[in-house]
């Protein structure tokens, strides 16, 4: 990834139309994802949408096609349909988009060699070249300076909004700021939301139709038969992701990542009164899961930026901007894990929130490590082998830590039957997690002086635990104990 994103790398396009004519193309494409997406279900119109952006890519670049790969590229395709047709989800939806780059990938870039530099080049697909139907799109203008000013603020901008969206959907005090802004009748009557479903389409389908493969340098003999068009130039004026735009892009994150801090400190942290219409446990809620959305993005964005080799990496101004964001972000991730720990307080545990926690536990382990990384001048090679360490050993505790039991505990113990606050303890949830969940089972028949139908529960799981050790082929050390417990309590109800 870091040849890819270097300034010395060559940019080779792939073009057999002219641009405004993949425009038309383009646009007629997001015309489709309107009629088939805006305001719909998904279902089979993904399928439909990805069959025509294959041919309109066919369409688009058919002179430079590799011909020998173009029936392998359409087996790769159909195979990547074939999950979308059964059902779209979200592992569906990651299959076709993987078919469709590799088939692009294979049709028009047969060059590359080696597993890495094939991700690499569908990262730069998927995640860089959206970015660059809008330099593109000003460069049939032939208007350099223009051009430049958006590199240098497209990244900040569009980032920023971004970010503000998350935070105001992480805090409900963001939210009655934002909706004081009254804006004017003719603002009022157009649709922002579809006009941003628009450009966000466009931008999608543009690295499909005017495809922009990035070779190193060194590939003399690539970059003289394929010359760049004039039409392109415009691309290449200033670095897409260089120094200055990193460094705009530093400070406004700084800026905006403050204000959510600040407000975490006043609110959440110092109990500071909220305003009229909003409480404690919507402040909790809300910021839990955006708030760790924000911090992977923010991860994502600081990789990028301080890639090893690239142009902000010795910068003796950009590193403390780096630093500062990313204590930030630990701090977001700090202020989400309190903001979970509330609301379980009130609404229990789950194996999901127990996850949550798990899962931002390793994101804040994550955002020390990429810091780690910069100060000891290491390689995303190590970033990556340190963060599959980390997430081995806690996978690792993980498989020996009894979860259904501390659940059912937990929520035994903090529910209103034992504490006299809070929730009822939800006993269909506690059967739910199964034998281990027996012995809070009892806590709560002993709360409650009768439930025939939780006593017919937990009869069920002993049965059910009688049976899961009836051979020594399913003997486990945790049902061992559980099979202890059980014994000993059988005997003191007989001896009691």
Known sequence: MTSLASPAADIRPVQSLSLPAKLAIAVALAALADLLFYGEQVGISVTVFAVALACGSLLANIAKLDRRRVMLGGLLVIAGLVPTVEEVNAASLAIILLALGAALLLTTNPGLAGLGERAA??????????????????????????????????????????????????????????????????ASDLNVGRALFWIVAISLVWPFIHVRWRRKSGSVAAAAESPTPAADTSSDVVDFLGAPTILRSLILFNLLFAVQTILDAVYLWGNAALPAGVTYASYAHRGAYPLIVTALLAAGFVLVAIRPGGPAEGSKVIRPLVYLWVAQNV????????????????????????????????????????????????SNAWLIAANLVTLTAVLYLSSLVNFAAIIADYNV?????????????????????????????????????????????????????RQDIASWRSWGFRSWRLQRYLDGEQKNKVTG
């Open 121 to 186: 080049a569908l990262c730069d697909l998927f995640l860089v070249n959206p970015f660059r139907f809008f330099v593109d799109a000003l460069g049939m203008f032939n208007l350099p300076a223009l051009t430049s000013g958006l590199i240098l603020w497209f990244v900040p901008a569009l980032l920023g909004t971004v970010f503000v969206a998350l935070f105001v959907a992480a805090n409900p005090v963001l939210e009655i700021w934002i909706g004081l802004i009254n804006p004017s009748n003719a």
């Open 331 to 378: 701090l977001l991730v700090a202020s989400a894990i309190y903001r979970l720990d509330l609301y379980v307080q009130i609404y229990l545990l789950t194996y999901w929130r127990v996850a949550a926690f798990i899962w931002m536990l390793l994101v804040a382990a994550g955002l020390l490590l990429i810091v780690a990384r910069i100060m000891l001048d290491r």
């Open 413 to 465: 113990t903090h529910s209103r039957d034992a504490s006299g606050k809070g929730l009822q303890v939800d006993t269909n949830y506690l059967a739910q997690l199964g034998p281990q969940a027996l012995p809070a089972i009892e806590k709560v028949l002993q709360l409650r002086t009768s439930d025939p139908c939780l006593v017919s529960r937990r009869d069920s799981l002993v049965e059910q635990q």
